[in-house]
């Protein structure tokens, strides 16, 4: 016998590389894509959390504007609520 290798094992050898390697390709093709589209569904929920947090931070700046306005509605003339004086009604109020 001859020492070497024959044709057949040569083509099972390139065969098998081959077909290793065809599917080796397409699971990084696979996986290259699977991120990209990660990627875009991650851009877009950031996108989507920086729109519903300055919806909130609008809001609350609405109601800290309507808290302020209600504020000086309430207050006649400059005087505060405190120094107002409070109406008893005739009420008394003992305490035991």
Known sequence: MANGFILLEVLVAMSLVA???VG???TYQGMILRLSQLQEKRAELRKEMDRHELDILTAAQLNH???ISRKLADESIGMSRRSRP???LGRTTHKK
Do not use: A, H, P, R
């Open 24 to 26: 080796l390709s397409n």
């Open 65 to 67: 504007s309507n808290q």
């Open 86 to 88: 409070i109406s008893s």
């Open 19 to 21: 077909s290793s390697w």
